[in-house]
């Protein structure tokens, strides 16, 4: 029951990086704005993932907003690849800085948010009985916040501690002298389980797919350095934006093929020592498209595990087979040496599967380990899991999870037929979650800043993708992620790691670049694709 029908312009629903944003944007405008989080404080992903060695895997110059030249000169990131606290004090001082807390409830979660068809406007509905009502509500709720729940059978008899890496206690875990059991070997579990094994007195890793990883080579920023890239930073940050992946390096222009095998083992060599996400990727231009050219990449990758990691049954286990980049590439620090810890087990689950969590540990088909601690770092339901969390009612009565239910359907990522005046950041159909999402976010924000501004100075104020302009992009997006080798991996990227989700490629894969180009377009086209009307229906633009 409604204690309060408070009216806003506009909700938006989440304080990570992208509602924060959002919020500065909404307040420029001169829009009475709310952002509504269920956490306790601003920071999203950030604020959650507080689990030992959790860090970026995107360098910190770029990771980090660009729209406040100011903001940029007086935050100084002290390493590459900034950790969990510093980025989420960076996130806390941007709240601060731009005085946004007064306009966030936190400790709320919208539960439900419905549109009402005769005001084209949305009544949100928050765990604490109250509801505001908008005219515009952006979905700021993140592609990586609806943390998997265990799928495994005795999952609540374990008597021992238990721990998602999603959900990690704010005053951290001690592990010294405990018997720690891993489950999830994805960027998550990469990065935890380095730091985990230098506490435990036992660790064991329950791999179920091995993951390729990069080095990070990770390293401190010298204040000087980080002024010079800062003095530059606004060419810097156009390549990124430019880049296929929000990153400001440049794209390879070789296929793997083109280049004799010394030339070709020299770039990737090259790539490994300069470490980072892209090491492999960016060596050669066919690397998602081509198999062979995947395969001699994956063949190096393998190698390194080879070389790295002392037991050859043990390396074997680590050794990926899926393409590689098809899965989200891991970035870690010492992740392979661990396994050369006499404390440190790897335990192949393709060759003994978990038959249950008991109450002492975890019982394989060969034995049962002992543990005093779980660690879950088995991901997210990603993508669609936060916004289907929410009860999303559109026109005509129908809810986002019946029009999703073969799986997410949008324009441009930003809009969803049959639900006027939502606006999602970074959602399925666009590249947010391949790329550098600081990058995307900042461009989908602004896109929606400049649509609402287009509505407020046209004296319009409902906006809603048309069927046509979705099934359209829906048809593109699929068709460029078909000329890829990305699909085919039981990815996050298709829903496969949560049973039961429909097995769609969600991500736009052209990059960054080409995408924002076409937003940009559809924009200057009079908002093609969208039908823009006022509360009497009035100045279409199909
Ligand atoms: P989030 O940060 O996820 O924020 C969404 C917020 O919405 C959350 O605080 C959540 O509590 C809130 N919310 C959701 N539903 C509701 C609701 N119903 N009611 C109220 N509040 C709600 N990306 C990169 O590009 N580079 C990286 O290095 C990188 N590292 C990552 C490391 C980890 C551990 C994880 C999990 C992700 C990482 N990502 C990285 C992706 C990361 O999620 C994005 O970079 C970015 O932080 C997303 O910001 P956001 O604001 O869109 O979403
Ligand atoms: P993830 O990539 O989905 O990995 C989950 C892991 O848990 C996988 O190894 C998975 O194995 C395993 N798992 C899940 N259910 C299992 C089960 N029932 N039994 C055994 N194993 C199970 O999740 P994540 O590691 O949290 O990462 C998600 C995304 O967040 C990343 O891809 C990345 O985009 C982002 N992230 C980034 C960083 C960073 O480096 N900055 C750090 C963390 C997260 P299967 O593969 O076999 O399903």
């Known amino acids: 029951m409604s204690t309060e029908d408070a009216e806003v312009d506009a909700v938006v629903v989440g304080a990570g990086f992208s509602g924060l944003y959002m919020l500065v944007r909404l307040r420029e405008l001169g829009l009475r704005a709310v ?45 590459r690849y900034a950790t969990q606290p510093e980025i989420l004090r960076y996130l806390n001082h941007v709240a601060d ?40 509500c952006v979905m700021a709720v993140g592609n990586l916040s609806e943390p998997k729940r265990p799928d495994i059978p005795g999952f609540t008899s374990f008597a021992g501690e238990t721990y998602h890496t999603a959900l990690w206690p704010r005053e951290g875990v001690d592990f010294t002298g405990k018997r720690v059991g891993v489950i999830g070997t994805g960027s998550s579990g ?63 222009q070789q296929a793997t093929f083109e280049v004799s095998d010394e030339e070709r083992e020299r770039r990737y060599e090259e790539g490994w020592a300069r470490g980072g996400i892209n090491s492999l990727s960016y060596a050669f231009n066919d690397f998602f498209t081509d ?26 286990s680590l050794s990926p087979a899926h393409h590689i980049g098809t899965k989200r590439t891991c ?11 006499d404390n440190v087990t790897l335990v192949d689950l393709r060759k003994q599967p978990i038959e249950a969590i008991t109450e002492g540990g975890i019982r394989t088909r060969d034995r049962d380990y002992s543990l005093d601690c779980l660690v879950f770092a088995v991901g997210f339901d990603a993508m669609t899991g936060a916004l289907r969390a929410i009860d999303i009612t559109g026109c ?60 407020q100075e046209h004296g319009l104020d409902r906006i809603e993708a048309t069927e046509a302009g979705q099934d359209a992009w829906v048809a593109y997006v699929n068709g460029l992620a078909d000329a890829t080798l990305y699909p085919e991996a ?25 995408y924002r180009r076409e937003c940009d377009e559809v924009a200057r086209n009079d908002y093609q694709g969208f039908t823009l009307t006022t509360a009497d229906r009035v100045g279409t633009s199909a």
């Open 35 to 79: 952002v509504v989080e269920r956490g306790d404080d601003v920071g999203g992903t950030w604020y959650w993932n507080r689990y030992p060695g959790a860090r970026c895997d995107i360098e910190s110059l770029d990771y980090c907003y660009s729209f406040s030249p100011d903001l940029l000169r007086e935050w100084v990131w002290s390493e």
């Open 97 to 136: 800085r731009f005085d946004l807390r007064r306009d966030i409830r936190f400790s709320t979660r919208v539960e439900a948010a419905r549109f009402d068809e005769q005001n084209s406007t949305w009544t949100v509905s928050m765990s604490d009985g109250t509801s505001l009502r908008a005219r515009f």
């Open 190 to 252: 990469i990065q935890a389980i380095p730091r985990i094994a230098e506490q435990a007195e036992a660790l064991f890793v329950f791999q179920r797919t091995p993951n390729y990883s990069m080095p990070a080579r990770n390293t401190p920023l010298e204040p000087g350095y980080v002024a010079d890239v800062v003095a530059g930073y606004e060419g810097r940050r156009r390549m990124a934006r430019e880049s296929d992946a929000g990153v400001p390096f440049p794209a390879a």
């Open 291 to 316: 198999e062979e050219a995947n395969q001699a990449a994956q063949e190096f990758a393998r190698r390194k595990i080879s070389e790295i990691v002392r037991d050859p049954e043990t390396a074997a």
């Open 331 to 341: 970035v870690d620090t010492d992740y392979f040496q661990t396994y050369n810890r």
């Open 396 to 455: 005509g009565g129908r809810t986002l999870t019946e029009a999703w239910e073969e799986g997410p359907r949008t324009y441009l990522g930003l809009a969803v037929a049959g639900f006027p005046n939502m606006f999602l950041v970074t959602g399925p159909g666009s590249p947010g979650v391949l790329s550098n999402m600081v990058v995307s976010i900042e461009q989908h924000v602004d896109w929606i800043a400049d649509c609402l501004r287009h509505l």
């Open 490 to 514: 039981a990815s996050w990227y298709v829903g496969a790691n949560i049973p039961g989700k429909p097995r769609v490629f969600m991500p736009y894969v052209n990059g960054c670049g080409n």
